[in-house]
């Protein structure tokens, strides 16, 4: 799929923050919140204006886990699967998720682009176990019923 | 308002205490992660609109230069009580109103804010009564709170509020009345121990950078508290981000550093959003930057979000994120004081760390001293979640036991089931049992190393008796397995080859030898691995080999999980008294495992059975049965 990306955008990030490789993280991490991944078109043009290898910045890029180098959906789903969540039976509630949405660990995205769905270590929000974030949207005390009725919700939200 | 002096500080000060005096009432919104998930904000805003609505004079800043009484309304940071949000308080009366909702706003404007009379229901109830004031909860009553007590009763946002309760009085002491030897020589007598895991002193630590000759150095905060179920450094950053400030700056000071970075998991965005702001005040009333409070000092704080890596959490791995990097860990010596962040010498300590040292310099040695034990001086803040009915996050004296911490601070098992064990420390630690007698071991850095398990960043999670622990073992591998950074062997390796034993072990296919080779290469990667990770990465294996050696054997001898908890062992059956023989379940099964003939009791084959739980969910007369 032929893209065109906006690279003045990325200019004004690199110029923001200066080309120095301590910055490469705050620069991707900049990206990634314009374009939901990180477009390989985009790191090879960051490669050149920083003079930074193309495999460093891929280095880099595939260490972090919050990096994506696949397109994410409109709407990303993590589901805690911390201690506390899962103690409190988070487990049920991914696999719920993803059956509705009909998507697995190797292919976290639904083919409409709609919704990404992940798992995370611990959101820190263990008071209200077990939670999952839409968007970063935290939502508590979770279960496999609330999930789907709260996915529904969120699609004819977008419907509207 | 840029403050030149020691002079215009303590002006300032007052003008922020007679601005606070004058509000009558103070409302304190929870704006913690926690509440904010349960619809805190919209609850401070319609307060708000509900207070214009009548007139009432609200205050949601601190107004200098009024003379006249109002009501402040204010996001605050973490209660602590979790469980039982979104948490509103009401000051100086001290009410606590719990699980507050949207509707419940109009009765606390007409009947508290403005008449100040009590909304009895919202107030705490358990079966030994009710309590209007917060701290006399029993869930707060058995605290020491003295890091998180500003959390829940000042303004998060606010530097002025944080000036008014006596805020930056330390780093004007820091500044004004001692030298670098002096303040480092404070902070080691006061015995204050790194909060993260270690418990290295942390005054030995700066006096180590101090006498670098290397004069570029850095003080660096590690915000990534990664592990799974703790949530301190969180709600220090979110609910009193100018202690954490001072902090630094006042190590700033000791060791002649003029930059500070301070590192925040990404999954921490309202942290993040909270410190930018609170630097960006305290860079404006001249407390960071160029000649702070017109002296030669200056000092600048960077803030730095960690992209997900767990293994960032160790300190060469830390700075190597922050320099742009991959964050892998490498090869000690040299130390991190002698060639840490940019190979120059860094002071590393966490959240918590930094947030004890304003209370050492204001209120002194010898007072900090008398909290907690000899050898671990000073509270700790834990993070209590699991099966217990009071989640949250609850602060204690060092050297308490975990019998006051789990029975009364949190209130005992959920749904009055047996307590089984903590697991004390996240995926570096160990669990604390019942069964081993440890319910009543202090919580303190040497007792817990003692028994192998560890402080960790302060994380609590409590197990009941339908936790399987080979179950908690695996998932904690699972953790560190995903997180190893690949760069040695022992840890790459070593914890792959474990997780499988123990996934076959859960997954009924393990072998008695299966167990003795599980505790061998926990014991060669614990001596061999290169950083923490790696080195405490076997300590769940270990702990519950110790302690739960039985269930492990239970699962490959028996095929049972003793705690009912590991789906491919369990077996399912027909209770043929309940059955009344409708096929429900036998057209519901997807392998044909039920059969049986209408009106008379169905069985199932458990040789097909794929254990799916589908005809349990089915039946309407409870009559399939786990065993």
Not at chain 2, 390 to 412: A, C, K, Q, S, W
């Amino acid at each position: 799929m032929e893209q065109n990306f906006d690279f003045k955008a990325v200019d004004s990030i690199l110029e923001f923050y200066g080309n120095e490789q301590k910055n490469l993280i705050t620069i991707l991490q900049c990206v990634q919140a314009d374009h939901r991944y990180l477009p390989r078109e985009i790191l090879e043009y960051i490669a050149e204006k920083m003079g930074i290898s193309l495999a460093k910045i891929y280095s880099v890029a595939t260490f972090y886990e919050n990096f994506s180098l696949d397109p994410k959906g409109k709407y990303v789903i993590k589901i805690c699967d911390g201690t506390a969540c899962h103690v409190r039976k988070s487990i049920p509630i991914l696999e719920k998720v993803r059956e509705t949405l009909g998507v697995t660990a190797e292919k976290p995205t639904t083919s409409d682009m709609m919704f990404t769905v992940e798992t995370v270590s611990c959101l820190g929000a263990c008071g209200l176990a077990p939670v999952m974030t839409i968007n970063d949207k935290v939502y508590p005390a979770m279960t496999p019923e609330k999930a789907v009725e709260l996915l529904n919700a969120v699609r004819e939200e977008d419907n509207e | 308002m840029m403050l030149k002096s020691r002079e215009e500080l303590a002006a300032y000060r007052q003008s922020c205490e007679a601005a606070l005096s004058n509000q009558s009432i103070r409302v304190l919104v929870c704006a913690g992660t926690g509440c904010v998930a349960g619809g805190s904000l919209e609850i401070y805003k319609r307060l708000i609109e509900l207070c214009e609505e009548m007139k009432l004079d609200v205050q949601v800043t601190l107004e200098k230069e009024v003379s006249h009484e109002g009501i402040g309304i204010k996001k605050s940071g973490c209660h602590g009580f979790c469980e039982l949000g979104p948490l509103v308080k009401i000051e100086p009366m001290g009410w606590l109103y719990l699980q507050v909702k949207l509707e419940d706003c109009e009765e606390i404007a007409e009947k508290t804010l403005k008449n100040r009379q009590k909304v009895e229901r919202l107030f705490y109830h358990d079966e030994t009564g009710m309590y209007e004031k917060q701290f006399d909860i029993p869930f707060y009553k058995n605290q020491t709170r003295i890091v998180l007590d500003e959390c829940g009763q000042i303004d998060a946002d606010s530097i002025d509020e944080y000036i008014a309760f006596g805020g930056y009085k330390a780093l004007e002491r820091a500044l004004f009345e001692m030298d670098s030897e002096q303040i480092c020589t404070e902070i080691e007598e006061s015995g204050l121990r790194g909060r993260g895991g270690g418990g290295y002193p942390a005054g030995r630590k700066w006096v180590q950078v101090l006498n670098q000759k290397e004069t570029e150095r850095y003080v660096v905060c590690n915000g990534d508290e990664g592990d799974p179920g703790a949530f301190m450094d969180r709600s220090i950053m979110e609910g009193n981000p100018h202690r954490m400030l001072e902090g630094m700056l006042i190590a700033g000071i000791a060791t002649k550093a003029r930059e500070g970075y301070i590192y925040v998991r990404a999954e921490y965005p309202l942290a993040v959003d909270r410190l930018k702001r609170s630097i960006d005040a305290a860079q404006r009333a001249g407390l960071l930057g160029d000649n702070i409070l017109g002296t030669d000092f200056s000092f600048n704080i960077h803030i730095n979000q960690g992209a997900g890596a767990f293994v960032c959490g160790e300190g060469s791995a830390l700075t190597a994120s922050i320099e742009g990097e991959r964050g892998m860990p490498r090869v000690k010596p040299p130390r991190t004081v002698e060639a840490g962040l940019f190979s120059k010498p860094t002071v590393l300590n966490n959240v918590e760390t930094y947030a004890n040292v304003p209370l050492i310099i204001t209120n002194g040695v010898d007072w900090y001293r008398s909290i907690g034990t000899e050898t671990s001086p000073g509270t700790k803040a834990f993070a209590i979640t699991g099966n217990v009915k009071n989640t949250g996050l609850i602060e204690v004296p060092m050297g308490t036991t975990l019998r006051e911490v789990v029975f009364d601070i949190g209130g005992g098992i959920k749904n009055d089931q047996e307590f089984k064990a903590v697991q004390i420390g996240g995926p570096s630690g160990g669990c604390l049992t019942l069964g081993a007698g440890q319910l009543d071991l202090p919580l303190d850095f040497d007792s817990l190393k003692k028994v192998g398990a560890m402080i960790g960043s302060g994380g609590l999670v409590v197990m009941d008796e339908h936790t399987c622990m080979v179950e908690v073992a695996r998932f904690f591998m699972n953790f560190t397995q995903n997180e190893s950074c690949g760069k040695c062997v022992p840890c790459r390796e070593g914890t792959r080859r474990m997780l499988e034993i123990l996934e076959r072990i859960v997954g009924g296919t393990g072998k008695l030898e299966d167990i003795d080779l599980l505790e061998e290469l926990a014991n060669t990667v614990s001596k061999t691995a290169l950083c923490g990770l790696g080195k405490t990465a076997a300590n769940p294996v270990l702990s519950t080999l110790k302690y739960f050696r039985e269930e492990y054997i239970a699962h490959v001898v028996d095929k049972k999980c003793p705690a009912g908890a590991c789906q491919a062992l369990k077996v399912y059956k027909i209770n043929p008294d309940k059955c009344k023989g409708c096929s429900k379940c036998a057209r519901q099964c997807p392998v044909g495992a039920i059969s049986g003939e209408i009106k008379s009791p169905f069985t199932i084959d458990t040789d097909k059975c794929i254990k799916c739980g589908a005809c349990k969910s089915a039946c309407a007369f409870s009559a399939v049965e786990e065993v």
